[in-house]
């Protein structure tokens, strides 16, 4: 899956950053799949067409439709300079339902180290 | 549902930001307005053309039963308005007044007042709301002997009451107050009588129910010398003078006007003159009330007033955030809807905790048909919200 660009911005209340993504390929369920195994996907199983949310701490939530070629991503802002970069791998390594994992699991460790930094944990 | 341009169908329910559509005949007078030469007092030597702002000043003046129509002041918008009317004011009446506002406020409002007040300008006094409603006898209480300006909204833009103005209005005359009312949310829904009601200033926005452009506005003002014009340039008229007229209406307004705002002002008005204030309003409440009848069917649906005044429903849903809520509603059922704050931030504070809430507001074009389809949409997702499918 390709982000093919950003139709939509908003600097939100709540301290997030707002973006909506156009795609080149609909949101499937194997894409959900592949988005839970860096966090956390909750479905609203009564909803018209699937809707999704999903949610990685530090890094960003998502929200969209199962099916629809748009979504919406909310980092958080003070580390928005380290994980935009991460959604963009996020979705590029999903190769339609053949995803490269291990390199995003190293790329991810490898942020969450930087965030630790940031927070001062480590 | 509606259509623009052949692109799938949705229902606008935002018509308090905005409204749309706009009535055919505004449609017709903006292109009828940019097809034609312009003519304003002194700005041209074509005598033939429509002379927009005088025109508008006479419509709007009579629309709000306002007299004389020059004291008809035209902005950008009730903002640009509010801030005119505040600056001004607190400019010309020097020292440090108190201030009075109310915690229904739109930040047009709280935002110049908190200017002013940290600019050591003011003193300011925020009088609460109980039940949707300032209480009149509240915002009595709260006039101390150096109290000399009261700003408050006609209608709130989240709960759709209509305030008391009348009743405060007679009391801060009496006693020499200035008093600015907003009345972004209500000129067009709801009849304004100023030949009845005390209002010193009275700020409406063409973009809502007036069914004009966005980017023009005005207020209505009795007495121009009490507020200092905070703007000044070229009028078209006493043109060898270096200092800005003092008459009306140049008094408030400087540079090119926006005609094609004008001329979408007059048409709306004419329209909304031409279908009856009282139908308009009548409308709107039977659907509001449609509205919410059927969202009171779902448990989980918290309406924040279920007894507006204006055609406005503001809800949240249990477990569900607002913005998430107007996520789906807009991705899923094409359904436009206001998320959030609303720029309300103290009626938040005061009914959801500053969470905010999803508001559904109605127009004269909104259809039965839309609000039904509109509350399954929204009862739809509220019993999705109880099933909601976590796996980590």
């Keep these: 899956m390709r982000i093919l660009r950003s139709v939509r911005h908003k600097a939100c209340a709540d301290g997030t950053y707002m973006k909506e993504y156009l795609v080149d390929e609909p949101v499937t369920a194997g894409f959900l799949d592949h988005l839970r ?28 439709f199962v099916g629809d070629l748009q979504f919406e991503v909310r980092f958080k802002k003070e580390f928005m300079d380290l994980t935009v970069d991460f959604l963009y791998l996020l979705c590029s390594r999903y190769h339609s339902g053949r995803p490269d994992r291990e390199f995003l699991h190293r790329m991810e460790g490898s942020i969450q180290e930087r965030i630790k930094v940031r927070l001062g944990e480590s | 549902m509606r259509s623009i341009d052949g692109q799938q169908g949705f229902i606008y329910l935002n018509n308090a930001a905005s409204s749309w559509p706009k009535p055919q005949e505004v449609l017709d007078a903006v292109a009828e307005s940019l ?32 007299d004389p129509p020059e004291h008809v002041v035209f902005t950008q918008n009730a903002t640009d308005s509010l801030n005119l009317l505040i600056h001004g004011y607190v400019r010309a009446e020097g020292g440090r007044p108190h201030v009075i506002t109310t915690a229904l406020e739109h930040n047009s409002v709280l935002r110049p007042l908190h200017t002013l007040v940290r600019e050591g300008a003011i003193d300011l006094t925020v009088v609460p709301f109980r039940d949707h409603r300032v209480d009149p006898a509240e915002l009595k209480n709260a006039i101390r002997p ?33 008093f600015v009312v907003d009345g972004a949310q209500t000129a067009g829904h709801i009849p304004v009588d100023l030949s009845r009601t005390p209002v010193d200033a009275f700020v409406f926005t063409g973009h809502k129910g007036l069914f004009g452009l966005p980017g023009i506005g005005g207020f209505t003002i009795r007495s121009p010398d009490r507020v200092v014009p905070v703007r000044q340039g070229g009028t078209g008229t006493e043109s060898r003078s270096l200092v800005h007229p003092e008459g009306m209406p140049e008094r408030f ?37 449609h509205l919410i009848r059927s969202l009171q069917r779902e448990p989980n649906i918290t309406i924040c007033n279920e007894t507006p005044d204006l055609p406005l429903v503001s809800f949240n849903i249990e477990g569900l955030d607002c913005d998430t809520v107007g ?38 074009f909104t259809t039965r048909e839309e609000c039904e389809t509109a509350a399954d949409a929204i009862c739809e997702v509220a019993r999705g919200a109880d099933s909601q499918v976590s796996t980590p």
């Design chain 2, 327 to 364: 996520y789906i509603l807009g991705r899923g059922y094409r359904l436009i809807v206001r998320t959030g704050l609303h720029c309300a931030p103290l009626v938040h504070q005061a009914i959801d905790g500053g969470r905010g809430c999803v508001r559904l507001s109605l127009s004269w």
């Design chain 2, 35 to 66: 097809r034609s030469p312009y003519a304003g007092e002194g700005r041209t030597s074509f005598g033939e053309a429509v002379n927009y702002p005088d025109s508008a000043r006479e419509a709007l003046g009579w629309f709000l039963h306002f």
């Design chain 1, 37 to 64: 195994t860096f966090g956390t996907v909750s479905m609203l199983a009564g909803i018209r067409d699937g809707f999704f949310e999903f949610e990685k701490t530090h890094f960003f939530s998502m929200k969209g």
């Design chain 2, 146 to 178: 150096e109290t000399r300006l009261v700003v408050m909204t006609h209608g709130s833009n989240v709960l759709g009451s209509v305030q008391d103005i009348g009743a405060i209005g007679r009391y801060l005359e009496e006693n020499d107050i200035f």
């Design chain 2, 253 to 289: 307004e400087a540079g090119t006007p926006n005609y094609p705002g004008m001329a979408s002002l007059i048409a709306g008005v004419r329209f909304l003159e031409s279908v009856g204030l009282e139908k308009v309003e009548r409308k709107g409440k039977e659907l509001t009330g």
